[in-house]
């Protein structure tokens, strides 16, 4: 610090540093408080509450209207992907793909550490 | 010569002249333009089965350790923050270091996944990619490095399966003593978080949720590293650091609904792990039944997982070749940026390679 006296920059930079400390260690110490917790988790479990409701009435419109719902679709996509997965397997590989290729393609396995007689 | 004080203080005037037009130059850069980050290095989807994605990284060295390595991620975050940028990866490091690497990576889990447990992934997805890395090397053993939940992963999958084929075992910044996490205790609490309104309402743990909490521990710093964005504009290495792990921090993700309720039910509130009293398929988890070689690298000044959270790891298990090693960083700067280049990488190298012929 002693070097930076008068460098108006490096005091700054020094208070920045320090205010972050102070201001978190402060408001920390109100975020950690049982009666935070209490009431962020009851803003949470009302919202929660609300969102399970307007769910329950967007599915049961798509229903009325003959419509997929998200999970309809997530179901679908779902299927669709495992198809997928079994084409997939279903597929040759490439000659340069075959587990024998690879494997020769692939660096001998009998590096050393440097100080036993491998290379750094 | 030495220059006198007044020399010395136009200099710093002089200086900071500078970098405030390089600021404006590059403030107008940085609006206009977005942030780059992950995956630099050349990599092979091996297995895709939902979440779970494995990858097969190309060797970079013409002769590698014997002993493969599989990364396991956090299941909070993508991996890229072990592949950052050109010269700030962790995984080009290893691989120009002659280390095979190999990386359990997930994406946000699919509507069908909501059911997903700690089974799946410790019984499941974990060990089913080892048998994948065995089958393409023709090793037996295969050194895991699980990065904080990515961690507690490896050590519950260590534990169930010792000695199996875990030839090494280090965690990054793990959290093993979840009573000592402050403020999450605080929030999490069952009297005021009713975890299963959250699972039955959404299905999934949401990732803005978790990225609320983090952000909570320290609620001042987003303005912090604003400011100090704006001080560093001049300084393209620090901004371009900064954009990618920004962006890396904001693509957090989703958690599986139950998964997330056994975590938190069975690890973090009933403190499991820690107690012993945690059981993942009907067997009990006893980290003193690990027996490898393990290396846990921990943060200074960890505010996500605190030194009180990570600390008695290394004492309980039951490993006779084991280290801890207390870093200078963060959470994040622990594994990325410049702090990780100059400690924890050469470290890990260090550890793993007379551990991994």
């Given amino acids: ?120 | 010569m030495n220059a006198t004080p007044e020399a010395l203080q136009i200099d710093r005037l002089r200086q900071e002249v500078a970098r405030a037009i390089q600021r404006n130059v590059k403030g107008w850069e940085y609006l206009t333009s977005v942030g780059k980050a992950g995956g630099v290095s050349k990599r092979t989807l091996i297995e895709k089965r939902g979440t779970m994605n494995l990858y097969r990284y190309d060797a970079l060295a013409t002769e590698v350790y014997r002993t493969p390595i599989l990364f396991v991620m956090a299941t909070s975050n993508p991996a890229y923050v072990f592949d950052l940028l050109p010269d700030q990866s962790l995984i080009e490091f290893m691989l120009k270091r002659g280390h095979d690497i190999y990386l359990l990576d997930w994406t946000a889990p699919t509507a069908g996944e909501r059911t997903l447990r700690l089974e799946d992934y410790v019984l499941g997805f974990i060990p089913d990619s080892i048998r994948i890395i065995q089958d393409e090397t023709d090793e037996d053993q295969v050194s895991l490095v699980g990065y904080c939940m990515g961690g507690v992963l490896s050590v519950i999958y260590a534990a169930l399966h010792s000695p199996g084929p875990i030839r090494n075992l280090a965690c990054f910044t793990t959290p093993f003593n979840f009573s000592q996490f402050g403020a999450w205790n605080q929030w999490a609490d069952p009297r005021y978080f009713d975890v299963d309104q959250v699972v039955d309402t959404l299905g999934y743990f949401p990732p803005e949720m978790f990225v609320a909490s983090v952000d909570m521990l320290r609620p001042v710093s987003r303005v912090t590293a604003t400011l100090q964005l704006w001080d560093n504009l001049w300084n393209d290495e620090f901004v371009k650091t900064k954009r990618a792990l920004d962006k890396w921090s904001a693509d957090t993700l989703p958690l599986a609904g139950e998964y997330f309720r056994q975590t938190m039910k069975d690890i973090v509130i009933d403190n499991g792990l820690y107690h012993g009293t945690l059981k993942v398929g009907g067997r009990r988890v006893d980290v003193g039944e690990i027996k490898a070689p393990f290396l846990h690298a921990v943060a200074e000044h960890d505010h996500i997982v605190p030194y009180a959270v990570a600390r008695e790891l290394v004492e309980r298990v039951g490993s006779t070749d084991k280290e801890e090693v207390v870093l200078k960083g963060g959470h994040v700067s622990l594994v990325a940026g410049p702090s990780a280049i100059k400690r924890m990488w050469p470290k890990l190298d260090q550890w793993l390679a007379p551990r991994s012929i």
Avoid: C, H, Y
Wanted: net charge positive.
């Fill in chain 1, 1 to 120: 610090m002693a070097k930076d006296a008068g460098d108006f920059f490096a005091i700054w930079r020094s208070l920045l540093q320090q205010w972050d400390t102070k201001a978190n260690e402060t408001l920390t110490k109100v975020t950690g408080q049982e009666s935070f917790s209490r009431e962020v988790n009851r803003a949470m479990a009302l919202n929660l509450q609300m969102q399970a409701a307007f769910n329950e009435a967007v599915d049961k419109a798509l229903v009325a209207l003959n419509m997929p719902s998200r999970a309809d679709v997530a179901r679908l996509a779902e299927q669709l992907n495992s198809i997928e997965r079994k084409l997939d397997a279903l597929k040759a590989p490439a000659p340069s793909e075959t587990p024998a290729a690879r494997k020769a393609a692939r660096p001998s396995r009998t590096r050393k550490p440097p100080g036993e007689g491998g290379s750094s």
